[in-house]
């Protein structure tokens, strides 16, 4: 059954595949094998790959470029860059204190050979093998970063000249959008004029924005209201990343962003978004702190740590008024999960809260955060548990809505979607709860992706588009992995092609990198 990528219903079909691309789809029994291997397919759904829209493998793909976690899952092409911060374009200071600053979400791996500073170099470096595709979303804070440091405030006239230069450098040499994150340092810095003149310069270049918005919590209505606005004054396309509704405030509110957004794409914006489809987050332990906490970068930011009387200011903005970094919600240190951290002298810690942790030391929950931030560097990670069931699945209905992960790989207990979103859709969210039909849900894993990401030739199953395709057992596809047990493959995906050459085989990984990354040129995003 070949679900297309489209929408329409699934329809039988062989499948001919030639040189990289479908060259035919015949009715059944029709196809000429003609000496080619032939693989039955009775029983299985044939699906265009699935495009991961938020994911952090900036390092991963290139340290373990066979990629297993998300080939697994029947990943073909994934979107990096994400959430304002990544490592191109850079120069070797910015390099260094991002380094550390992101440490938690991709690591810092021990000999690892940084040989880019441009965009252009970094997917260079992308093409020298890995097993699913890539494209690239120019980091907004990286950018600030590189132009005015860690500084809070607004940038000058010529600092934005030359933000701007910069991304329109980056769009030139492939880069598919801008991404930000507006609850992270230092994009958080940047007002609403300088996110908007940035954007013109990625709509004059055929890209689009991909804001992690200013909070999902206490200011999340107003957070989106800004995008929109931003999107509308300049005339960017508009993909919000994993967009959600969280935390009590919020309890069952998604019809209060879905009507924001309908009403933005009644009025002609094009407003696309993504979710995953779980209810904890995950993010950085440090990405807790309130904005001014992190001024200044990694190092100034454990200096605040160390001093008593800052440290107090930071306990009084987390745990009374709720930080910025926090989303304007107090925190519950119940709710806050340690999944990985950098030094391995602490990984004992991961699957602990924060209020677990303190209650068995008999120190307060504060106290237990900033000593964990200070002894590992600010390289923890953690799980969020603040999501809300109803919100993911009235979200996740929604015509503009896509797939991502936000998936991060590195840790002793990372979230469990970076190995089971998109198996989680198809067989809890398709098959067992009947929130979306099949060819729904396919059409949001792919055709819709590639649309967004302006792919050539990608994203359906079409005669003379590129063979990215999955074969999925609708009755068996089911995610494994969970919150105790993160890294295991889905069960039901027993092959998976990226331009005609098999990363999974019969279930098994093969061990080939036909991938690429994914240039943005005025035709689409393509390989070179």
């Known amino acids: 059954m070949v679900a297309d990528g489209t929408g329409a219903p699934a329809y039988a079909a062989d499948v001919t595949v030639t040189g990289g691309r479908v060259t035919a789809l015949d009715p059944l029994g029709r196809a000429v094998a003609d000496g080619r291997r032939v693989l039955p ?130 769009m030139r040499e492939g880069a598919v959008g801008m991404s930000s994150g507006l609850t992270y340092t230092p994009g958080m810095y940047a007002g609403t004029r300088e996110l908007t003149e940035l954007c013109a310069v990625v709509a004059r270049h055929g890209g689009y924005y991909s804001p992690h918005h200013r909070s999902y919590g206490a200011g999340a209505l107003d957070a989106y209201a800004e995008m929109v606005a931003v999107s509308r004054e300049s005339g960017c396309p508009l993909h919000l990343a994993h967009a959600t509704m969280n935390f009590g405030v919020n309890a069952g509110r998604a019809q209060d962003l879905l009507d924001l957004l309908d009403a933005a794409i009644a009025e002609g914006r094009d407003i696309t978004l993504d979710t995953y489809p779980y209810l904890p987050g995950s993010t950085t332990l440090a990405a807790l702190l309130p904005s001014w906490a992190s001024e200044g970068g990694p190092a100034a930011t454990l200096a605040r740590l160390r001093d008593p009387d800052a440290a107090a200011r930071v306990r009084h903005d987390l745990e009374e008024t709720g930080s910025d970094g926090c989303h304007g919600v107090p925190v519950d ?158 069960d039901g995906i027993p092959h998976v092609f990226v331009g005609g050459v098999a990363v999974i085989s019969d279930g098994r990984p093969t061990g080939a990198l036909p991938g690429r990354a994914l240039r943005r040129t005025p035709e689409g995003a393509r390989a070179r």
């Open 41 to 170: 397919a009775d029983g299985l759904v044939l699906a265009p790959g699935f495009v991961d829209m938020h994911a952090h493998s900036d390092l991963a793909l290139l340290t373990e470029p066979a990629h297993l976690a998300k080939v697994a899952q029947g990943v073909t092409c994934e979107v990096l860059g994400q959430d304002g911060l990544s490592y191109a374009p850079v120069d070797d200071d910015t390099l260094a204190q991002l380094r550390r600053q992101i440490a938690g979400w991709n690591g810092d791996p021990d000999g690892f050979d940084w040989n880019w500073r441009t965009v252009g170099e970094y997917l260079d470096r992308l093409d020298q093998g890995i097993a699913v595709n890539a494209c690239y979303l120019v980091p907004q804070g990286t950018v600030r970063a590189l132009v005015m440091g860690w500084d809070a405030r607004l940038a000058t006239e010529d600092e934005l000249r030359r933000q701007k230069e910069l991304v329109a450098t980056a």
């Open 333 to 490: 240190w119940a709710t806050i999960q340690i999944s990985g951290t950098r030094s391995p002298a602490l990984a004992v810690r991961a699957g602990r809260t924060i209020a677990d942790l303190a209650a068995e030391s008999g120190r307060a929950p504060f106290e237990v955060f900033r000593d964990q931030l200070l002894d590992d560097e600010l390289g923890t990670t953690i799980l969020q548990l603040v999501g809300d069931e109803e919100n993911v699945r009235a979200i996740m209905r929604h015509p503009a809505h896509t797939g991502g992960s936000d998936g991060l790989l590195t840790g002793a207990r990372p979230h469990p979607r970076a190995w089971g979103t998109f198996a989680r859709y198809l067989g809890h969210y398709v098959r067992d709860e009947g929130v979306l039909t099949l060819e729904e849900c396919v059409a949001h894993l792919s055709g819709r992706a590639a649309r967004r990401l302006r792919l050539e030739r990608r994203g359906f199953v079409r005669a003379g588009y590129h063979a990215d395709l999955v074969l999925f057992d609708p009755e068996a596809v089911a995610d494994t992995a969970t919150f105790e047990d993160p890294r295991r493959t889905p």
